[in-house]
């Protein structure tokens, strides 16, 4: 039986591309591992979803000065020495990964090994820790055909993004009784998303928002670990975070108001949801979301609105024009020749 280690982490975003890959990973008769961080969500994830799991020491890598750059190079050895020790035990015929800063430690060890290793891209532009892990890789996966040129030609494969199948046939009668919503009321339900994180600034503005948007929507609100605010309204309903019902809350959604990160565009894509974008700003990361959201809206698919621009009132006017001009954002989507990533990684992985 072939051997593959999955390795990601950091944010949601980072793990559930492994999980829409398991079913096929394992129709080819694989068996699957996981290496993760100690802490991190892709532990509980993976976990979840039947992996056997090993955890290393993982530093963080930042591009501003830190006394922590220093001590985190400690757990990076540290990642490496146990990487070492878990790729020798399992001997895979291949690691996969997905990014964040524990799969810099993992990449290293299997080249050391001499073990073949495949990256995936989620975003427009390289992360940092794919870009440190480029010279390990044989083979770097991407989702958008803009990313192709930040990547060595022999390297790069446009396969798109994997999307778990499960998020397409979701209920909408099941969302709507996972809410608490009578399927009689008229107001149509905006779903809104901040990550698997949340997002504070997009919380604060749409609580303080919900008296008046009450009045049009109904409201789901995934507001992230430890951020809820505990005023339930008739027709708004808060979650930290779900994983199982998700494909019903989308089911039930006429319009999604969403970060944009790329695992989350594309699977607003795949469903043909109107989507409303608040990506997060450059003061607060290195811009990838902003041009993940630009690359969108070129092609008709996304409505943005700039952090910086938000605030309740205006984002009460994007929301309306959104819905407004639904039909049109879904005419686009609609018209998009659909990638199936999960047969494009597929044919990737099956090369080694």
């Given at each position: 039986m072939k051997k593959i280690i999955l390795t990601g982490g950091g944010t949601a975003g980072h793990v559930t591309p492994h999980l829409a890959l398991l079913p096929a990973l394992r129709n080819e008769g694989f068996e699957v591992f996981y290496i993760g961080s100690r802490t991190g969500i892709e532990r509980d994830l993976a976990q979840k979803a039947g992996l056997t799991y090993y955890p290393i020491a993982s530093g963080k890598l930042r591009r501003y000065l830190d006394i922590k750059n220093v001590t985190d190079m400690f757990r990076v050895v540290k990642g490496l020495?146990?990487?070492?020790?878990?790729?020798?035990?399992?001997?895979?015929?291949?690691?996969?990964?997905?990014?964040?800063?524990?799969?810099?430690?993992?990449?290293?060890?299997a080249r050391m090994l001499r073990i073949p290793t495949v990256t995936h891209e989620s975003d427009l532009t390289p992360g940092l820790a794919n870009?440190?892990?480029?010279?390990?890789?044989?083979?770097?996966?991407?989702?958008?055909?803009?990313?192709?040129?930040?990547?060595?030609?022999?390297?790069?494969?446009?396969?798109?993004?994997?999307?778990r199948p499960e998020l397409l046939n979701g209920s909408r009668i099941q969302g709507l009784n996972k809410c608490g919503f009578d399927k009689n009321d008229s107001r149509p339900v905006l779903l809104v998303t901040g990550g698997s994180q949340g997002a504070a600034v997009i919380n604060a503005n749409v609580r303080e928002a919900l008296p008046q948007m009450l009045r049009r929507y109904r409201v789901i609100h995934l507001c992230g670990k430890g951020n809820l605010s505990n005023k339930p309204s008739n027709g708004y309903i808060e979650f930290e975070y779900?994983?199982?019902?998700?494909?019903?809350?989308?089911?039930?959604?006429?319009?999604?108001?969403?970060?944009?990160?790329?695992?989350?565009?594309?699977?607003?894509?795949?469903?043909?949801?109107?989507?409303?974008?608040?990506?997060?700003?450059?003061?607060a990361s290195r811009g990838d979301q902003i041009l993940n959201a630009e690359s969108f809206a070129k092609q008709g698919f996304s409505a943005i609105l700039p952090e910086e621009e938000m605030t309740p009132e205006r984002l009460l006017t994007e929301t309306d024009a959104l819905y407004k001009n639904r039909q049109t954002y879904i005419q686009s989507?609609?018209?998009?020749e659909s990638v199936n990533g999960i047969d494009r990684v597929m044919e990737v992985i099956m090369r080694f």
């Open positions: 020495a146990e990487s070492l020790g878990i790729l020798r035990r399992v001997k895979p015929d291949l690691v996969f990964s997905k990014g964040g800063f524990v799969t810099v430690p993992v990449l290293m060890a870009r440190l892990a480029a010279p390990f890789a044989k083979k770097i996966c991407v989702s958008f055909p803009e990313t192709l040129a930040y990547v060595s030609d022999k390297k790069g494969v446009l396969t798109g993004l994997p999307i779900i994983q199982d019902d998700l494909a019903d809350l989308y089911a039930a959604a006429d319009i999604v108001l969403s970060r944009a990160g790329a695992g989350t565009l594309f699977e607003l894509l795949a469903m043909k949801k109107p989507h409303l974008l608040i990506p997060l700003s450059k003061g989507m609609s018209a998009h």
